[in-house]
T-cell receptor
Framework: DAKTTQPNSMESNEEEPVHLPCNHSTISGTDYIHWYRQLPSQGPEYVIHGLTSNVNNRMASLAIAEDRKSSTLILHRATLRDAAVYYCILSRAWQGAQKLVFGQGTRLTINP | EAGVAQSPRYKIIEKRQSVAFWCNPISGHATLYWYQQILGQGPKLLIQFQNNGVVDDSQLPKDRFSAERLKGVDSTLKIQPAKLEDSAVYLC????????????FGQGTRLTVV
């Protein structure tokens, strides 16, 4: 399974942008980069995903390096509700399905 | 749209007892996942179904864990006999077929083995 590397924890202030980095140097050409987050006492929830181009949605933006060996999840204006563990995952096709293997993730703390 | 349903939400059992968890995925989702999440760790994939066939069960401790997905819809995960180290949250997720799709997770079942 392709590995990702993320910082164990990060801290930011409310209403400021947050940049969460992820390294995935062994990414293959067909791997999608997915981000999920897990709020306390809940199951993970999808945030965003992309292949090569940068992606934006209502929750966040995903910036993907040109060589695809790293990516950054951007929360444009953090709120207290964004405090969660964020997981960067390489989604690999496997027998017609996608395999989602989670790492340790980054625990994001938001200060009021 | 209804989400992924799991039951029970909580379960406490003694070691060596058996336990079963149930998952009802989102309608039309071909892929179903079971994860084990030990406190403080990321979710660990136990088994993955595509319709009613297993595509990956390499991390499933097959001497005590079993799972099935009848008719490609609902799924059950069973532990028999349970050990103390099985205490964890068991998460079920589902997604459409393909590698470019969003997975939806249930709330999980918190198992405590005493």
């Amino acid at each position: 399974d392709a590995k990702t590397t993320q910082p164990n924890s990060m801290e930011s202030n409310e209403e400021e942008p947050v940049h969460l980095p992820c390294n995935h140097s062994t990414i293959s050409g067909t791997d999608y980069i997915h981000w999920y987050r897990q709020l306390p006492s809940q199951g993970p929830e999808y945030v965003i995903h992309g292949l090569t181009s940068n992606v934006n949605n209502r929750m966040a933006s995903l910036a993907i390096a040109e060589d695809r060996k790293s990516s950054t999840l951007i929360l444009h204006r953090a709120t207290l509700r964004d405090a969660a563990v964020y997981y960067c995952i390489l989604s690999r096709a496997w027998q017609g399905a996608q395999k989602l293997v989670f790492g340790q993730g980054t625990r994001l703390t938001i200060n009021p | 749209e209804a989400g992924v349903a799991q039951s029970p939400r909580y379960k406490i059992i003694e070691k060596r007892q058996s336990v079963a968890f149930w998952c009802n995925p989102i309608s039309g989702h071909a892929t179903l996942y079971w994860y084990q999440q030990i406190l403080g760790q990321g979710p660990k994939l136990l088994i993955q179904f595509q319709n009613n066939g297993v595509v990956d069960d390499s991390q499933l401790p097959k001497d005590r864990f079993s799972a099935e997905r009848l008719k490609g819809v609902d799924s059950t995960l069973k532990i028999q006999p349970a050990k103390l180290e099985d205490s964890a949250v068991y998460l079920c997720a589902s997604s459409l077929q393909g590698s470019n799709t969003e997975a939806f997770f249930g709330q999980g079942t918190r198992l405590t083995v005493v």
